[in-house]
């Protein structure tokens, strides 16, 4: 497990690794990051910007004496909070995915109809000749592409959130010597700044949090 543990966090240091050793670096970060934000804010339908503001506030690493926090780690924790806040908040907290009425099909079945037409799942509904039948048809599959979205849109957003708590969870756990005086402030703010209590579960782990979709 150790092993396992140690591999993962070595595959995420190489994957967002990039050089933040600077508070014009950090000033970059956060200048692209809060414009991510804010293009979300202003059309939530499109979650890229916020999934790319997860990747940009992925790339910070801690630096410094590790001794006490300092104001660059400082700030580079909070820029990961504000994004994985954002992601959380982004949710639909009453989506179920495993409920009946968000069942995504692969092919939309056409209604029965009075004639003897013949009919199969996929089929075109410009094929069928009865006009109430077809728009029922063509409602169906609408709503099975809206159903398919939503779930698309909640699957991305969940994945960021754990990816986001995820990098939290190695920047906090990995980046500071245990028992550290920097380590204790960094889980102090981690702490005070999660709301959501599934969350901190994850993040007080001794494990490496996981993917939960």
């Keep these: 497990?150790?092993?396992?543990?140690?591999?993962?966090?070595?595959?995420?240091?190489?994957?967002?690794?990039?050089?933040n050793d600077s508070q014009?670096?950090?000033?970059?970060?956060?200048t692209e990051v809060l414009l991510k934000l804010d293009q979300f804010a202003k059309d939530s339908a499109d979650y890229e910007p916020l999934l790319a503001a997860q990747k940009l506030s992925a790339?910070?690493?801690p630096r410094g004496d590790k001794t006490h926090l300092s104001k660059l780690d400082e700030e580079c924790l909070r820029l990961q909070l504000n994004v994985l806040l954002a992601?959380?908040?982004a949710r639909d907290p009453h989506y179920d995915r495993n409920a009946r009425e968000n069942t995504v099909s692969l092919n939309v079945a056409p209604p029965l109809t009075n004639g003897n037409e013949p009919m199969m799942a996929g089929m075109d509904p410009k094929a069928i000749r009865d006009r109430r039948a077809r728009k029922a048809y063509e409602d169906a599959i609408a709503e099975n592409h809206r159903r398919a979205e939503k779930l698309k849109r909640e699957m991305a957003i969940s994945r960021g959130v754990d990816y986001a708590l995820l990098n939290i969870w190695v920047f906090v756990k990995s980046g500071f010597p245990e028992h550290s005086a920097a380590k204790k402030e960094a889980e102090k703010i981690v702490q005070k700044t999660?709301?959501?209590g599934i969350l901190l579960d994850r993040f007080d782990s001794g494990t490496m949090p996981g993917v939960t979709w």
């Excluded at 497990?1 to 050089?19: N, T």
Aim: proline content about 3%.
């Design 194 to 196: 999660i709301p959501d």
């Design 87 to 89: 992601l959380a908040n």
């Design 1 to 19: 497990m150790r092993l396992i543990i140690a591999l993962l966090l070595a595959f995420v240091g190489q994957v967002f690794a990039e050089s």
């Design 59 to 61: 790339s910070l690493n």
């Design 24 to 30: 014009k670096a950090l000033k970059n970060a956060q």
